[in-house]
């Protein structure tokens, strides 16, 4: 695609309940990221995949947080039991090139929006 | 560990006038740093970024910023501000050979006419 998409754009859910938030990055980056975004704040880094294999997620809150790219292309967020804590927006990013090294540019999506009531 | 410090959330000018943009880091290794822009309803966009190469890096839209080691510093210039350059600035840093980037709580610059 041309660039980055996410979705759903927005999304309101319930406290206890699962939401899984879908990113599409450029057609044939390595790399892909999920952050999460407070209000006033920048964007928090979550975690890190090259291809499917998820490198880094160190950034993950807590166990009711996870992430898979299993084919190494459309990445999912999940978040179980959420919270109103939870509530935030979730950005994803990807790169042309793979593995540690920082030079790449990364390519922001619009992000979800997530409320959790 | 890597931090990012924006000085002022908030920033004004005038159209017309010189836009500086404070960011301060803190890095226990060499590190790269970047500059994003975020417009409304958009997601971040690279303004510009320093890998070691210079210490003065231009980057889009007039933007430039210059890398200071002994004041650790990466702060943010344009010389004449326009209308269209409204948005949320962040600064950002991350580790040579790392994965994470540490991005700024931000600096909104509002252009009046």
């Known amino acids: 695609g041309a660039g980055v998409s996410q979705s759903p754009r927005y999304k309101v859910t319930k406290r206890g309940q699962d939401v899984a938030l879908r990113c599409d990055p450029i057609?044939?980056?390595?790399?892909l990221y999920w952050y999460r975004q407070a209000l006033g704040q920048g964007p928090e880094f979550l975690t890190y995949?090259?291809?499917?294999?998820?490198?880094?997620k160190s950034g993950l809150p807590n166990d009711r947080f996870s992430a898979e790219r299993p084919e190494g292309s459309i990445s999912t967020l999940t978040i179980q039991r959420t919270e109103q804590r939870d509530s935030a927006m979730y950005r994803c990013a990807s790169s042309s090139s793979g593995g540690a090294g920082g030079l790449e540019t990364q390519y922001f999506g619009p992000g979800t929006r997530l409320l959790v009531l | 560990a890597q931090s990012v410090t924006q000085l002022g959330s908030h920033v004004s000018v005038s159209e017309g006038a010189l836009v500086l943009l404070r960011c301060n880091y803190s890095s226990s290794v060499p590190p790269y740093l970047f500059w994003y822009v975020q417009y409304p309803n958009q997601g971040l966009q690279l303004l510009l970024k320093?890998?070691?190469?210079?210490?003065l890096v231009k980057g889009i839209n007039g933007f430039e910023a210059e890398f200071k080691k002994s004041e650790t510093s990466f702060h943010l210039t344009k010389p004449s501000a326009h209308m269209s350059d409204a948005a949320e600035y962040f600064c950002a840093v991350r580790n040579t050979g790392g994965f994470k980037t540490i991005f700024g709580a931000g600096t909104r610059l509002f252009v009046k006419a």
């Open positions: 320093y890998t070691s190469a210079a210490t």
């Open positions: 995949f090259n291809y499917e294999a998820q490198q880094d």
């Open positions: 057609s044939g980056h390595v790399s």
